[in-house]
């Protein structure tokens, strides 16, 4: 199978959920304590597909990553803004792929017309920070200690994108509105 990023289904949540569960148990990158299961993967995915998109990067071998788009704060004005996560399989790392799935949902966004991206990166993670770095994100603020995880109090680095110019704005497109061109699955270049 030619590598591709596509739209999330209800099908990829097992693998979801794999990807993410060594990531909540051992790392700090999330603060999530207790992995969800596939049924909470699907629910989220739910919950957020509608407004905002969840893109995954497969190969033959299954989902090498995942990236979404979720809202950055309940209240209505901040409904033009965005929060972005990647999350990758440990045999894709360091290979371009999370570079590749912002590269696909960055334009999504701006397509549906959100403003700005936020991204919360837990520390250390120079990973990460890099990543988000190479794609534009500039840091705005650290919190100290926001976090208690694995016997550490944990900052967070918050970092920003632009994604539209400072206009007045039309109420965002949901993901299913966009013009169909947009929402095909894509060839996905990586490094072996």
Known sequence: MTPLTRLVTPADADQIA?????IVTSTIIT???VPPDATEIRARVAAYTATHPWLVAE?????LGYAYGSPHRPRAGYRWSVDVSVYLHERARGRGVGRALYLRLLPLLTQQGFHRA???IGLPNDASVGLHRAMGFE???TYREVGWKLGLWVDTVWLERALAP???PAEPIP???LPRELLEPEPLEVRP
Do not use: S
């Open 18 to 22: 794999a990807i993410y569960a060594p």
């Open 31 to 33: 603060f999530e304590e």
């Open 59 to 63: 190969d033959g071998e299954g989902i």
């Open 118 to 120: 936020y991204a919360g």
């Open 139 to 141: 840091p705005i603020a």
């Open 166 to 168: 400072a206009t007045t």
């Open 175 to 177: 993901v299913g509105a």
